[in-house]
C-alpha cells in the first residue's frame, strides 16, 4: 500500500521518464536506420495499403553494391512538402495523380513510366506486398534520386518489377 | 536512579545503514549500466525488418529499468541515506533527559527533506511531544522506557529499568 502511495506521489517524475526514454530512443533508432541519400534507394508507393518493412526486406536481399539499406515509403499529398520526397528514387504512382506528381517523375529507360500494375486484368509486379487501388499504376524514377546516373535505382526498380 | 541506557541509532546499525546504502547504490548502477548495454545492443541488432520490435523493446527496457532505478533511488536510498544523516546529527548533539511515562502514537508523518517519523508523548513531571525516527519508533514503544534522550526534539536514546 505504502508502495502504491509512493509511486502516486511521484507519477510526474515517471511520466516524464517514459516520454524522456521514448523521444531518445526513438530518435537514436531514427538515426540508426536512416543512412544519407547516397546510401540507399527510397521507394515511394501511393497506394492503399502496403507491407512497406516486408517490401524493404525482399529489395534488400539483392541490394546491388554499396548501398547500405532499401526505404519504402506509402505517401499522399501531404507529403508533397517533405524535403526528403525530392529525393526519392523510385515512385510507384496511379495514373489518376501522375500529373501532380510530375516534378518529382523522371522517366524509365527512355519510357515515361513502366506500367506496373493494370487494373483492367488485375495483375501487377510485387501483389503479395502492395495493394493496388482500381486504376492503373506505373513506376517512375525519382528527377532527384542520387542513383539515376549509377544505375542503381534500374536495379532495384527491375528487381522490384520482378516480385511476385 | 539510572538505568540502562540504550542508544536508538548505536554503532552497529550506523555502520548497517552505511553499507546498505553503498549496495543499493552499486546495485542499481549496475541495473542501470545493464539496461543501457541492452538498449545499445538492440540499436546495433535493428535492421530493417526487425527496427519497429527492436525500437519497441529498448524504450520498454529503458522505461522500466529507469522507472526502478528512480523507485529505489528515491524511496530507498535516499530515504536511508537521510536516516543515516539524521542519526549523525542526534549522536553529536547535546541531549536532555526527560524522565516519565513514554507512549508512541500513531500519528506519523514526513518531515521535508528528512525522515519519517512518529509522535511520542512523554507524561512526567511536565508532559513532553518529542518525535522518533519512524524506523526506530516500534522498538521505543515495546521498550517500557521511564526516560528518553532527546536532541532538538527528537529521541536520541531510551532509559530502561536495569
Redesign the interface.
Known amino acids: 500500500m505504502r508502495a502504491l502511495k509512493n509511486i502516486f506521489s511521484q507519477l510526474h517524475t515517471f511520466v516524464l521518464w517514459l516520454l524522456a526514454s521514448a523521444l531518445f530512443w526513438g530518435w537514436i533508432f531514427t538515426f540508426v536506420t536512416d543512412t544519407s541519400p547516397e546510401k540507399k534507394i527510397t521507394v515511394y508507393c501511393d497506394v492503399p495499403q502496403m507491407r512497406d518493412t516486408d517490401l524493404a526486406v525482399a529489395l534488400e536481399e539483392d541490394m546491388p553494391e554499396g548501398l547500405r539499406m532499401i526505404k519504402v515509403h506509402s505517401f499522399g499529398y501531404v507529403m508533397f512538402d517533405v524535403e526528403s520526397i525530392d529525393k526519392g528514387d523510385i515512385f510507384i504512382i496511379p495514373v489518376s495523380d501522375m500529373e501532380d506528381c510530375a516534378e518529382f517523375l523522371a522517366p524509365v529507360e527512355g519510357e515515361q513510366g513502366i506500367k506496373v500494375y493494370d487494373a483492367a486484368s488485375g495483375e501487377g509486379a510485387a501483389e503479395s506486398y502492395i495493394q493496388y487501388a482500381d486504376e492503373d499504376y506505373y513506376l517512375f524514377l525519382g528527377s532527384g534520386s542520387a542513383h539515376i546516373e549509377d544505375g542503381k535505382a534500374l536495379a532495384v526498380a527491375r528487381q522490384l518489377l520482378a516480385l511476385e | 536512579m539510572t538505568g540502562k541506557i540504550v542508544e536508538l541509532f548505536p554503532d552497529a546499525d550506523m555502520e548497517r545503514l552505511a553499507r546498505q546504502i553503498r549496495r543499493w547504490r552499486t546495485a542499481l548502477c549496475i541495473l542501470a549500466a545493464a539496461a543501457l548495454a541492452a538498449?545499445v545492443c538492440m540499436?546495433?541488432a535493428?535492421?530493417?525488418?526487425n527496427?519497429?520490435r527492436?525500437?519497441i523493446a529498448?524504450?520498454i527496457v529503458?522505461?522500466v529499468a529507469?522507472?526502478i532505478v528512480?523507485?529505489c533511488a528515491?524511496?530507498v536510498v535516499t530515504a536511508r541515506r537521510r536516516e543515516l544523516a539524521h542519526a549523525a546529527m542526534l549522536r553529536t548533539e547535546d541531549r536532555q533527559r526527560v524522565e516519565g511515562t513514554v507512549a508512541v502514537t500513531d500519528e506519523r508523518f514526513t518531515i521535508r527533506k528528512s525522515v519519517a517519523v512518529r509522535r511520542v508523548e512523554v507524561s512526567g513531571d511536565e508532559e513532553r511531544r518529542l518525535l522518533v525516527c519512524d524506523s526506530r519508533a516500534a522498538a521505543l514503544a515495546a521498550s517500557g522506557a521511564v526516560a528518553v534522550y532527546t536532541a532538538h526534539g527528537y529521541v536520541a536514546a531510551y532509559e530502561v529499568k536495569a
Open positions: 538498449c540499436a546495433a535493428a535492421g530493417t525488418a527496427a519497429d527492436m525500437e529498448a524504450i529503458s522505461t529507469g522507472w528512480i523507485y528515491i524511496f
